[in-house]
């Protein structure tokens, strides 16, 4: 007996033990969470939300990724737009454009990078003029020279280049931000402080779901986004080098095209893109097998969205390169996309951007993050956004068309956005010129449903030639 109670001495005196370990285990545990928190608010700056710095994670020299928009304006008779009067209507938006006055603190390889202000802001090196020396086709020359080039990441990730000589007395505006800042609305939010009149963008914020609704789109989300599967056929022996060009379609007939055939415009738009690869570019069609996978952003912008972030989810879409009537393909491809529709795939995607990457360690999250953007994925991105209706100026001179500009994924040889603005619809194309012509591309775009508002006649007979 007397054994017995010894040994149960003994068990109890273990089990304290035991818990006086845990509870200070748990003690140390707290107070090391307590000294990272007043690490972290110690440190200057906001921490780059982990949707946005996924951008600077899978930039490469290869692949600068830049977000913007080409404006042309309307031809003047007064003076063009000048850097200093650009200049000055950017600094009296400073306070509505947060990213423009600040720059990325030096990287850390544990820890995600903050956004810290800058003393001052050297303009010179942020707002530059250039001139074009083949009108439009310059400019778009213009914009793809930019677009090879990464932003230096020791200022504000954002420049504006003014282009003169477009035409006469025509001036065009190129606006880029890296993708870190931004995705494409809400580059177009940020624009729209720079325009007049002041206006809000109809339909790109919503509702936030609730926990249970999110919860549950999640889970189905990402057992639906685990069957999508790899692109492929794969692109090899792609380039640093870009290609730019834009389309021009009247978005009355878009919708009209778009409304006769059961679909959405965006499925007209993949379809366009779709119809031009297989038609233009039948070698690369053939590489791919008959079938091009893009990536599709669709918003998940709510009412308490920061135009200074991403708030986008891209899901997948393979559509045909077969040579299909362009009916049948876009009604295929309608039939494909119905289920981008559906919630889930969308608040997956979100949730791994926003919040999954979020819980890993930088070099984990920095690894994941540059295999599942690219070509081991998708072989192309296309972006169909929503603009304003009405006609824009800037500083009294009125927009004539935009152009939206978007960056290629890694190994990814073409990016197509397209934007409505005041019942245009203009389409930005930028490419590898060593797999696409984007020149090519847009032409084809544009005669496919015959809506060119500046020179359809000359692409007709082009095409017929």
Partial sequence: MALDDEGSTQRIRGWRRLVRG???????LANRLAKVRQDRAARPGMVVPSSDVFFLQVETAAAAQHVGGLVVFEPSDGEALSVDRVTDLVKGELAGLPRFRQRLAPPSRWRRQRW??????????????????????GVRRIVAELAETPMPRDRPLWRIVMVREVEPGVSAMILLLHHAVA????????ALNLFRPRIELPGVRGSAPSRA?????TIAGLAQLATDGGAGGRLENLSARRDFATADLDLAAVRRAASSRGVRVTDVVLGLVADAVAVTHADVATRLRGRMRV?????????????????????????????????????EISRRTARLRTPSRAVASRFVMATGLRALPEPVARWFARTVYGRRFFHAIASNMPGPTQSLSMDEVTIASVYPILPLAPGSPLAVGALSWAGSLGIGLASDPVVFDAGVLAARMEHVLNVSPHRPDEREEQSRA
Avoid: K
């Fill in 22 to 28: 845990l509870l200070f285990g748990v003690y140390l």
């Fill in 213 to 217: 609704q999110l919860l549950g789109a």
């Fill in 116 to 137: 810290i202000d800058v003393a001052e802001i050297d303009w010179p090196r942020h707002i530059s003029e250039r001139r074009s020396a083949d009108g439009l086709a």
């Fill in 183 to 190: 995705d494409g609305i809400g580059t177009v939010i940020q």
């Fill in 295 to 331: 990536a599709v952003p669709l918003m998940v912008r709510d009412s308490h969205a920061a135009a200074e972030t991403n708030a986008t989810a891209a899901v997948m879409v393979d559509v045909p390169l077969d040579g299909r009537p362009f009916d049948e393909l876009v009604t």
